[in-house]
């Protein structure tokens, strides 16, 4: 079955460092790929995503490239501020599947000032 | 994209007690889907809700335990049934978003702690 894979947290980063959370999945069809971001006491949100291979999602900064030889999907930013402490879930769609989204285990990342 | 709001964004309950959590959309959405995230792990869906039929459930889920009710295209609820702390987690409320994206809009999830 389709599964997505995250690196375990905390991540732990000062303000201004770069950022980098992995992310690896399998799907036996061509699935879409998400990183959704939950802050604190919030529900989660939509942070980018890709639909195809090759294709980079981007939004507030953050990036991240739909490698199929790799299948992988690792978020990365320039450089994070103290407002991007949240928790960070990489997921898939796989139309194979229903559509229906897997999600990771989730990285918690903060930032300190 | 879709607001969802859900109620009660958080509760204590008492272990034995049942509490139906309600989620509201402010447009009509064909499927509605139940996720259950323990504390410190991931998203575990729980069950899709289609208006006019049976919710379908995943497996681990029945429907005993977790009843949902799809009374119209933009309202569902999930009841916990017969609590135990291990129930003890935030249940979120998602619809989809654009056609054949696989995305997905959650509501910001309500909170329960069984005591």
């Known amino acids: 079955g389709d599964s997505v894979t995250q690196m375990e947290g905390p991540v732990t980063l000062s303000e201004e460092a770069f950022l980098t959370i992995n992310c690896t999945y399998t799907?036996?069809?061509?699935?879409?790929l998400f990183w959704y971001v939950q802050y604190p006491g919030e529900g989660l949100q939509l942070l980018l995503k890709?639909?195809?291979?090759?294709d980079k999602g981007s939004n507030k900064g953050f990036e991240a490239t739909y490698r199929k030889e790799t299948t992988s999907f690792h978020l990365e930013k320039g450089s994070v501020q103290v407002s991007d402490s949240a928790v960070y879930f990489c997921?898939?769609?796989?139309?194979?599947?229903?559509?229906?989204?897997?999600f990771g285990g989730g990285t918690r990342l903060m930032v300190k000032p | 994209s879709a607001v969802i709001s859900q109620k009660p964004s958080r509760d204590i309950c008492q272990r034995g007690t049942s509490l139906t959590i309600q989620c509201q959309v402010d447009?009509?959405?064909?499927?509605m889907f139940w996720y259950r995230q323990q504390p410190g792990q991931s998203l575990t869906l729980i069950a899709t809700a289609n208006q006019g039929s049976e919710a379908t459930y995943e497996s681990g889920f029945v429907i005993d335990k977790f009843p949902i009710s799809r009374p119209n295209l933009t309202f569902s609820t999930l009841t916990v049934s017969n609590m135990s702390p291990e129930d003890s987690s935030i249940y979120l409320c998602?619809?989809?978003?654009?056609?054949?994206?696989?995305?997905?809009?959650f509501g910001e999830g309500s909170r329960l702690t069984v005591l």
């Open positions: 799907a036996t069809g061509y699935p879409s």
């Open positions: 998602s619809v989809e978003g654009p056609l054949n994206t696989g995305e997905l809009f």
């Open positions: 997921a898939l769609s796989d139309q194979g599947a229903g559509n229906m989204l897997t």
């Open positions: 890709a639909t195809k291979a090759d």
């Open positions: 447009s009509q959405v064909t499927m």
